[in-house]
Every structure is written in C-alpha cells, then in structure tokens.
C-alpha cells in the first residue's frame, strides 16, 4: 500500500514538473509601448484624453511614478530588449543620425542595431519555451540579419524604421517585416488596427499547444505623422480651444489630484524660445492668447488628432484584452505598459496649406505634428521633452498588471528603468541570463528584476547607491539616488552640469551645485565612471 502511494507521489510530481516545462503554469507576457506618448497623455496620469483600458490595467495594477527611459526611440528600445545601457548595446546614438558625429562612426556601441554584446529577450525567452511575437515598430536595424527575426521573434510584422504614414506608408523608404521576410503594408489600413489584427492572429494561430507566448505591442502611435480614423478625431472636437497653456495647467493640477505628483510641486513658466529635438530654436514659445483666431483653430486641431491617436490605440488594447478573455488567458498574463520616451517636439506643417489643407488635418494626405507648445502639456510636470536629458524625455508613465491581480491601483515612486523589464521578464518566465551567447561574450544586465518589488518583498529595486546615465546628442544626465545632475546647451540650461534633488524638485528648477558642493563634485565622479564604463564617446549637441 506504501509502494502505491509512493508511486501516486512521484507521478504527481512529474506531472507537476511536466505541466511547468511545457509552459502552461508560466504566464504570458504582454510589453506594451506607445510611441512619443507624454507622461500626462493617458488618463490615469491626469490626461483628459479617454483611456478606459489603460486605465482598468492601472485600476488593477500598479502604476509606476519613477519610470525612466532613454532620450529618444531607438537607444530606449535597445534598453528595454537587453536590459543593458544603449551605448553598450550598439545604439549609443540614432542609428539614422551617427553620420552627424564623425567621432562615433564605426565604434563599438554605435553600430545602429543590436550588437553581439547583448542578446534580445526574446531570444531568451524563446529558449525557455516562450511563443515570441512583435507586431508594430521595431528601429533597431533594416537588414535581415538584424530584423526582428534574427533577434528571436518567431512572428512579426514590424516597421523596421523610425516612422511611417499610418495609413499609406512608402514601404521602398520605410521598410515592413513580416516573419522572415520584407512585406508590403495593407495600404488604407490604419496602423494600430494592423498592428492589433496581427497580434490576436499571432495568439490564435499557436493556441493549441499551450505555450505561453511574448507579445511586444510595439504601437507607432501617437508619433507623428499625426493621423487617425476620423471618428476619433471628431471625439476631441472643440476640446482643445483652450489652449496648450491652459491645457498644461490642467493636467499638471489633475495629475496632483491623483498622487502623480506632490501637491507642493509647483509649476514652473515656460521658456522663451521652442526646443527642438536636435537643437534649441531661436524661435520665441508663443503663449495661446497671442495667436490668431485662425492659428488657435489650425493649433487645437493638432492636438485633436493626437488625442485621437491615443484613444484607438487604447481601444485596440481593449480589443487585445477583450480577445484574451474570451480565450481565458487574460488572467494569466502580466501587461506592461510604457512610453519609449518623451512628447515629440516636431512640428511638421505648421500652417496647412495647398498640399496640406485645414480640412485634410489627420488624414493620410496630411503630414502634421504637433510641436512644442503642446509637448510642454503632454510633459506636463516634467521640463522639456524627447531629445533632451530632462525629465521631460526620460520620465515615463508605466503600468504593470500581474498575472491574477485583481485589486491594485496603487503608485509605486521608487526609481525604475527601462532596462529592469527584460530581467523581469527572464525572472518570470523561471530562465537564467547566460554569460555567453551563440559565442559571444555578453555584457551583463544592468537592470534588475522587478519581481520583488512587484511580489511586496521589497520596498525598492535599486538601492541609493544605484546609478543610471544618460547621454544623446551631447545632452547628458545622471542619476544616484534622490540627486540628479543635468547638462542641457543654454537657453534651457547652462551647458554645464547642474544640481537637481529630484524627490523635491522633479521639475528641475532649482540648481543645488553651490549649495551642496561635496555631492555635486560625488556625481560629477560617478558621470565620468558611466562615461568609461559604458563607452559613451561624447559629442556636441546639432
């Protein structure tokens, strides 16, 4: 009879131990991005825009106030699959602007893809029984052996570049990949439909073996060009007659009444002139009440059509939730959701004109973004926007869901980056990070799991001694604990390093070097170690 219950054991046990190889106790993993989206842009930050489900993934999530990514698309992006600093990870600038900086073209950390110095997650979890899929933009490499494919993606259907119409993109100039091959876009389709129709299919097609799968959401929206159906543009008509400046008002105050940020944080004034994403413009920042009628009208019309950009790509969230219900794997999946950066600072057509008309505004024949009166709104709390080693391009809204969390809603303020997502992710799918990989020597992750934090068994990821840097476009940044130091060319900053405590500060508005000369002289030491450790080769700002 003994004998008999030992056997019972050891079957159960195999069973057990089969049922976690084969991956059906393991959850799936859901990385959803939204492109130049600001840290006000959803609702759950303060934005007036409807994000119904973004915001039940907070509701019953955690969201997360002390998210940092890189400057811009690409070098974020690296980070976020590599879990290691861009500059390591090949993309230590724009892939499409290294030519621009004669000193960083041909060296290691600047090749414009991902190099053999890290390995993508998808990769790993690919290795550990994971489907792995990417449906949107990819920018980290055009050719095959760079493509979403070589990086272990077995179905894609990825941008490779930067940008695209969102309805009627030149595939010969922005190239589309379709698992192991180049593809033509379903002309008059728009973009986050596409995206969201190849996803559920990517789910639906591998159902039957119960393996979990990865899903990166890589959404091209709201990056510009700004466009969307027009029944979502209409939503937002007359909503932005406000104006950016009253907009911005708004939200900041908003985004204070739901503990986003401190209510003794206080808005600071706009800068004279407009920023742009290379360089600063000797244009001057014109206040709403100083344009026209006709101006005021062409202006809220841009904005109407980012709001819209951002409401279909949450309802194509929904229509991703809605599917995983109905399959019963919505409770078993962890959602993440974040921004590659800041607010796009591009204006494109400023005024409509004959090839750009007022009527044609958010439409395929339109080429229109938004600028910097209304990146200043999307940012909100935050100074500046994409491009800049401010707060305004490295701030990011993040939402996390885990697997059979039902209450949550709760803000999480330690500091957390984007390169903590892929250990995450490794960690939650039972794999280890090799030393090695396909013979190359890997550079080891820089980021941490957020498993801890996550499970209530830690108050924080990275202690205070923890650093992060940032460097683009000769704009730089460093952060250690509460400080924060900041390099930004005058007018928006003094072109050396200043001072920042960002708990009570986040607005950078207050330079502390002269008050505390001993920590400034501490994090002056700590950006030359980043500058050596991560082979950051400066260069002047364009």
Known sequence: MKN????????????LFAKRRDGTKRPNIILIVADDLGYSDVGCFGSEVATPNIDALAKQGQIFTGFYTAAACSPSRAMLLTGTDNHIAGLGNMAEHVTYFPQQVGQPGYEGYLNNSVVCIAQLLKDNGYHTYIAGKWHLGLTPEQSPAAKGFERSF??????AN?????????????????????????????????????????????????LYAAYTAPHWPLQAPPSFIKKYSG???????????L??????????VATNVQLPPLPAVKGELYEIADRPLLPWRSLSKEEQRIEARKMEIYAGMI????????????????????NNTLFVFLSDNGPDVFEGNVTPDKMNPYSYMGTANSFIAYGPQWAHASSAVNSFYKGYSAEGGIHSPMIIKMPFQE??????????????????????AGGTYPSSYNGNRLAPYKGASLLPLLNKKSAYVHDS????????????????????????????????????????????????????????????DAWKRYVKDNGVIMAEHL
């Open 158 to 163: 990825a941008l490779l570049d930067a940008y």
């Open 166 to 214: 969102h309805f009627f993109p030149d595939t010969r100039t922005n190239p589309f990949w379709e698992d192991q091959h180049y593809a033509e876009y379903p002309n008059g389709q728009y973009s986050s439909n596409v995206y969201t129709d190849k996803m559920i299919s990517f789910i639906k097609q591998d159902r039957a073996d119960k393996k979990p799968f990865f």
């Open 251 to 260: 939200r900041f105050h908003a985004s204070q009444a739901k503990g986003i």
């Open 239 to 249: 909503k932005y007659d406000i104006g950016y400046d009253s907009l911005r008002s």
């Open 311 to 330: 409401d279909n790509m949450d309802y194509n969230i929904g229509r991703l939730i809605r599917y995983l219900k109905e399959i019963n794997e919505y």
């Open 4 to 15: 008999n219950y030992f056997i019972l054991f050891v079957l159960c046990c195999l069973f």
């Open 465 to 524: 001694n923890y650093v992060m840097g940032w460097e683009l476009f000769g704009r730089c940044a460093l952060r250690k604990g509460k400080w924060k130091i900041t390099k930004i060319e005058p007018p928006f900053g003094k072109g050396t390093f200043e001072l920042f405590d960002i708990e009570k500060d986040p607005t950078e508005s207050h330079d502390l070097a002269n008050l505390y000369p001993d920590t400034y002289k501490e994090m002056l």
């Open 407 to 428: 209450k949550g809603n709760s803000i999480i303020t330690a500091f957390t980056t984007i390169m903590d997502l892929a250990p995450t992710f490794l960690d939650i």
